[in-house]
Nanobody
Framework: QVQLVESGGGLVLPGGSLRLSCTASGSISLIYHMGWYRQAPGKQRELVAMIVSGGPINYADSVKGRFTISRDSAKNTVYLQMNSLRPEDTAVYYC???????????????WGQGTQVTVSS
């Protein structure tokens, strides 16, 4: 099995910064992409940022210029640096990865448990 574990969430003031981390572990063969989604109360889950093996990166329009996604393939870890945080960034942030394993055919999506980010004065 594969596990994704997030860390780094918390309570910050508007304009502040947080850095989220997500590490994948288990019987991993290849990780094709890793990314971050978020879900605010009463809202649908939405893509925040995604980085594909080889470098292509996608960001939601609402976070462009403020958030930066990066990946350390050797550590099976993805990061999300969040700057200039706004109250509307408040949500549970979920790590997502598309992974092949040694025990299951094909690539499949895996999700972390989520980490709460609250931006409030």
């Amino acid at each position: 099995q594969v596990q994704l574990v997030e860390s780094g969430g918390g309570l910050v003031l508007p304009g502040g910064s947080l850095r989220l981390s997500c590490t994948a572990s288990g019987s991993i063969s290849l990780i094709y992409h890793m990314g971050w989604y978020r879900q605010a109360p009463g809202k649908q889950r939405e893509l925040v940022a995604m980085i594909v093996s080889g470098g292509p990166i996608n960001y939601a329009d609402s976070v462009k210029g403020r958030f930066t996604i990066s990946r350390d393939s050797a550590k099976n870890t993805v990061y999300l640096q969040m700057n200039s945080l706004r109250p509307e960034d408040t949500a549970v942030y979920y790590c997502n990865a598309h992974i092949t394993t040694v025990t299951r055919f094909g690539a499949h999506d895996y999700w972390g448990q989520g980490t709460q980010v609250t931006v409030s004065s």
